[in-house]
């Protein structure tokens, strides 16, 4: 090969290198056109805790009363349990998944996409920092949402979820058997229901003990005050266990159970 070739090659080869070694170029992400009207949907409304997991729907209608491109980018946040952080539209809709933790109690989603461009400060550099146009490519309210709320009225929506045992409506406690004889022991259950006389997984109850008929008080839960969680049949269970003598005076004692949320409920067991 002659020098002129070599030297050709050569230079091709340092012109790929550093091509090569350049930095991609960062791409912006295409959100909603101010005033862009968006509506939230979470489906279901109520998820169990540790694991439910709700599909969050965002519809993004444009000022014109069309759709929003489809890729549009929509970037989403909860206080409670965690969310996909973003999800990219089609046909105007974008979707993600709530997926709830072991904490209980009611999730707030917001959802935000593009917005009003920030206003100028007067103290800002004129040079542009890499934040500065990440905030302007997404607007003014996701900078807003991460610093925790967002408080724009357009291109953003919330939804609640509620989840684990938020939504206990009924709490029917039995003792089986109700009179203790023989064991000294009764299996104490709390059943729960939300609203619609469905059985709610995951609620903590915690049981305690009422009013003694007594002179002495001899009886004891196995939870020693520790929350149980109710199973999928909506059912938390406990022990009581008495050290009154068999054959002495008859006694009553009163169990009673109480949810996280909602009203407790009690039941009377005859002992002797």
Do not use: W, Y
Request: hydrophobic share 40%.
């Amino acid at each position: 090969m002659s020098k002129r070739k070599r030297l050709t090659l050569g230079v091709a080869l340092a012109g790929a290198s550093a091509i090569a070694l350049m930095p991609a170029c960062e791409s912006v992400p295409l959100t909603a056109a101010p005033g862009t009207n968006m509506t939230l949907i979470a489906n279901p409304g109520f998820v169990i805790a540790n694991g439910g997991v709700s599909v969050v729907t965002a519809i993004l209608v444009e000022p014109a009363g069309t759709f929003v491109p489809d890729g549009t980018e929509v970037f989403f946040f909860t206080n409670l349990g965690r969310v996909d952080a973003s999800g990219k539209t089609r046909n105007g809709v974008a979707r993600v998944n709530f997926v709830s933790d072991a904490r209980s109690g009611t999730a707030r989603v917001d959802a935000i996409s593009g917005g009003p461009a920030p206003a100028s400060s007067p103290t800002a550099s004129p040079r542009n920092t890499r934040s500065d146009v990440t905030a302007s490519a997404v607007g003014v309210g996701v900078a807003a949402a991460v610093g925790g709320g967002i408080a724009a009225s357009e291109n953003s929506a919330s939804v609640e979820i509620t989840i684990g045992s938020a939504l206990p409506h009924t709490v029917l406690v039995t003792a089986n058997p109700q009179r203790i004889t023989s064991p000294r022991q009764s299996t104490i259950v709390a059943t729960v229901f939300d609203r619609f006389g469905n059985p709610i997984q995951n609620v903590p109850i915690v049981f305690s003990l009422g009013p003694v008929g007594g002179d002495l008080i001899e009886e004891t839960l196995d939870s020693g005050g520790s929350p149980r969680f109710t199973d999928s049949n909506g059912q938390a269970f406990d022990t009581l266990r008495t050290r009154a003598p068999v054959g002495g005076g008859q006694k009553t004692v009163d169990v009673i159970a109480t949810p996280a949320v909602g009203t407790a409920e009690s039941v009377t067991v005859f002992i002797n």
